[in-house]
Nanobody, 119 residues
Framework: QVQLTASGGGLVQPGGSLRLSCATS????????MGWYRQAPGKERELVTI???????NYADSVKGRFTIYRDNAKSTVYLQMNSLKPEDTAVYYC?????????????WGQGTQVTVSS
């Protein structure tokens, strides 16, 4: 059974930094894509960033230059380094992993970790 466990959230002041981690277990393969989504109160879940198994990345415009995603394939873990945090970054952050087999894709989700940016 595949499990994704997110950690590292918390309360931070504006301008501060946090690093989120998403550890995976119960797998014997590398995920094709891993990433982070977030959902703020009253809003829909949105994509923050993704990284492919070849290292290609994509970021939402709102976090470019401030957030960095990287993955450790040996540990099947993905990280999100968040710098220069803003109050609008406050949300529950979810890690996501995708396995692609031909035309079929399977999504796995972590349980979410709360990030609160406030003074």
């Amino acid at each position: 059974q595949v499990q994704l466990t997110a950690s590292g959230g918390g309360l931070v002041q504006p301008g501060g930094s946090l690093r989120l981690s998403c550890a995976t277990s119960g797998i014997t393969f590398n995920f094709n894509v891993m990433g982070w989504y977030r959902q703020a109160p009253g809003k829909e879940r949105e994509l923050v960033t993704i990284v492919t198994n070849s290292g290609s990345t994509n970021y939402a415009d709102s976090v470019k230059g401030r957030f960095t995603i990287y993955r450790d394939n040996a540990k099947s873990t993905v990280y999100l380094q968040m710098n220069s945090l803003k109050p609008e970054d406050t949300a529950v952050y979810y890690c996501n992993a995708v396995v692609i087999r031909g035309i079929t894709s399977i999504n796995y989700w972590g349980q979410g970790t709360q990030v609160t940016v406030s003074s």
